[in-house]
């Protein structure tokens, strides 16, 4: 059983940027796949970023490549999203989640997911 907690989130200009951390409890941090999906109201949830279990491989959707970057610390079993350059219609609840398959949190069917943080972007 994994246990996700995000943090970070925030008001922030448009413009601005932020950074999102998400620590996990329990063991085999390092084993899974990681990912962050965001949920702006009325919408359906959206991924945004994942990555694998070395950190070797990241998965970006294209509305954010160039502006945001996923990475993972497993010594602080903390995986972060770096955002940058972010306007307001990236202004959503963005969540974590962990899976030992890199598939199922690149589709969104990953076991567990973290409560999310408010990120608010004002133009």
């Known amino acids: 059983q994994v246990q996700l907690v995000e943090s970070g989130g925030g008001l922030v200009q448009a413009g601005g940027s932020l950074r999102l951390s998400c620590v996990a409890s329990?063991?085999?941090?390092?084993?899974?796949?990681l990912a962050w999906f965001r949920q702006a109201p009325g919408k359906e949830r959206e991924f945004v970023a994942a990555?694998?279990?070395?950190?070797?491989?990241?998965d970006y959707a294209d509305s954010v490549k160039g502006r945001f970057t996923i990475s993972r610390e497993n010594a602080k079993n903390t995986v972060y999203l770096q955002m940058n350059s972010l306007n307001p219609e990236e202004t959503a609840v963005y969540y974590c989640?962990?899976?030992?398959?890199?598939?199922?949190?690149?589709?969104?069917?990953?076991?567990?997911w973290g409560q999310g943080t408010q990120v608010t972007v004002s133009s």
């Open positions: 989640s962990a899976d030992f398959a890199h598939r199922r949190v690149l589709t969104g069917v990953a076991d567990f």
């Open positions: 990555i694998d279990w070395t950190g070797g491989t990241t």
């Open positions: 329990g063991r085999a941090f390092g084993s899974y796949a």
